[in-house]
């Protein structure tokens, strides 16, 4: 037995479904210690959104570590916070005309979104959160109460509360909710805010409708509620553009970001937060021991390079039909099948786990990271960093087609 199954937990899963020991990794491609390469359409659910060791960022990196950078500090001020802050209001904030104050926290997902739940509760004064059917936005026990996913709040081990689920993406629901919010004797009073992402990444690429967005930014606005987006996995250029709403015609009042915002794969999560909102915190509520990760700074603001000039979301949108386009074969080929995603996200839903587990399997015998998500894991899930190649693109895709070709034939 391997040190890994003899002394780490039982909880660990990621390395169950890829059973070898990673060594190097370069962009698109990690090396096992045995030399084996694979091209990763996983990176790092979603973290990688600038490759495997990024040279900018890692050059970046080092020469902070040998000018002997502060490397922690809390929330103190320093150098590299402030080279990230200036760059991320300069290249993201002003051109939106956005005024949002930068909150730091834990660094985690799941810390920027329980942030997000106390200062909507506190802005508002109200408990109540309504999130949606098939999110995802966190494990611990306030993000785990808007996540939908009964597997996982099954490992609470305490009642879940206050958070309220109504199904995505959905008009008459929301015009259902507008009618219980405005008739006194429902019993059902307007929420602190509401919780949502625009696409579920883990919930199985399900993508809002700009219409449905609208409608529950309204709804929010109308009913004095807050509009909490979380950006973490589908955020910082996933789609084709810095957030995942920017062609949606919604002001959110709390955007959530994590994963791809540190740039490198190390940890940061940050929290925009409307200057009316951010007013209702006191100093010191809400902290975390890492809120002041320089080496995420630093390669953070090296990351909002890529933002400076269009090439990299063009080039998104441009990987993205490609990706479409392969996939949309498959949906042709297989009734079952069905393709949703946007810029570089994107879920082949095969209609059953044990479909979408063989082919997560054969892929990853064949040389291709992928992983599935989804009720009942049923959703085959392509997030492949942003800088990947066109020709690792192109052998992943032939790859994810012949597998799941094979899988769905024998299947059949």
């Not at 329980?114 to 995802?136: D, M, N, S, W, Y």
């Not at 109308?222 to 589908?234: A, F, K, N, P």
């Not at 015609?249 to 959530?256: A, Q, R, T």
């Amino acid at each position: 037995m391997s040190i890994f199954e003899q002394r780490e937990s039982d909880i660990r899963a990621y390395c169950r479904v890829y059973p070898v020991v990673f060594d190097k990794a370069s962009n698109a491609r990690q090396t096992d210690e045995d030399g084996k390469q694979y091209i990763d359409f996983f990176a790092g659910a979603g973290v990688l959104n600038f490759g495997h060791n990024n040279p900018h960022m890692k050059k970046a990196m080092i020469a902070y570590l040998e000018s002997d950078g502060v490397t922690h500090s809390l929330d103190m001020h320093t150098t590299a916070k402030r080279s990230f802050m200036e760059r991320f209001v300069k290249t993201i904030l002003e051109p939106r005309k956005m005024d949002h104050k930068m909150q730091f926290m834990g660094p985690t997902g799941t810390n920027a979104v329980e942030a997000a739940l106390k200062i909507a509760r506190r802005a508002t004064g109200r408990q109540e959160i309504v999130a949606f059917t098939h999110g995802f936005h966190g494990m611990t026990l306030g993000s785990l109460a808007c996540t939908a996913n009964s597997y996982f709040r099954g490992a609470a081990g305490v009642p879940l509360n206050h958070v309220s689920h109504h199904a995505f993406g959905n008009m008459a629901v929301l015009q259902q909710l507008r009618d219980y919010y405005a008739d006194t004797s429902s019993g059902i009073a307007p929420p602190a805010a509401f919780m949502v992402e625009t696409i579920q990444a883990e919930g199985g690429v399900n993508v809002a409708s700009k219409e449905w967005l609208q409608g529950l930014a309204k709804l929010a606005k109308d009913v004095g509620s807050l509009l909490i987006i979380d950006d973490i996995q589908v955020g910082c250029g996933r789609t084709g553009s810095y957030f995942s709403f920017d062609d949606m015609g919604i002001d959110p009042d709390v955007i959530c970001l994590a994963k791809g915002v540190g740039g490198m794969g190390t940890p940061m999560a940050l929290n925009l937060v409307k200057p009316e909102i951010d007013k209702h915190w006191s100093p010191g509520e809400h902290t975390g021991t890492f809120r002041g990760q320089s080496l995420s700074f630093v390669a953070g603001a090296e990351a909002l390079a890529y933002f400076e000039s269009p090439e990299l979301m063009l080039e998104v949108q441009a990987k993205g039909e490609i990706i479409a386009n392969a996939l949309q074969g498959l949906a042709k080929r297989f009734t079952p099948i069905e393709i949703r995603g946007k810029g570089m996200i994107y879920g082949l839903d095969v209609g059953s786990g044990e479909n979408a587990k063989a082919i997560v399997d054969a892929c990853f015998k064949a040389g291709l990271l992928i992983a599935s998500c989804g009720t009942g894991g049923r959703v085959v899930k392509l997030i492949p960093p942003l800088t990947i190649p066109n020709d690792d693109l192109r052998i992943g895709l032939d790859t994810l087609i012949q597998v799941t070709s094979s899988v769905m034939e024998a299947t059949a």
